[in-house]
């Protein structure tokens, strides 16, 4: 596996394996990234913000098997967001979040001071992960947050 920033050919991919992820946990639902309307153009929609990217893990045959992004959060100055960390289920149980999280969490060290993330208490092998690379849990959502459907909040000091 290799991990490299996201090019539009890989849009959608990357979609399919974000929507088939959240299906399988019954979370096709609003308030979820299974309703932004940049799914279909996550390419260009990091491209046009200022300090975002999107990286994808591909494997042997290029093809996309995960993808995660960082951008900025809101209007909060030093704040990020990482975001869409989705790992095919092919792909899933070798390690590839936590390299994907390394590389964005690396990038946004360049560009911010603390990294904010949501997702849900079902998702347990993501919250375990986010525990485990020094995120700490929220008792709320940031204010601007965008998905309401998330119960679980982190935010991480980055230096």
Known sequence: MRIREMEERDNQAMEQIIKRSLESFDLDIPGTAYFDPQLSSLAQFYKKQTHAKYWVAVNEQDEVV?????????QKKGICELQKLYIASSAQGMGLSKELM???LDYAKEHYTHCYLETLKK???ANALYSKLGFQQLEKALAGSEHNAMEVWYIKELS
């Open 123 to 125: 998702l347990e092998s």
């Open 102 to 104: 390394r590389v964005a």
């Open 66 to 74: 995960g993808g995660v992004g960082i951008a900025p959060f809101g």
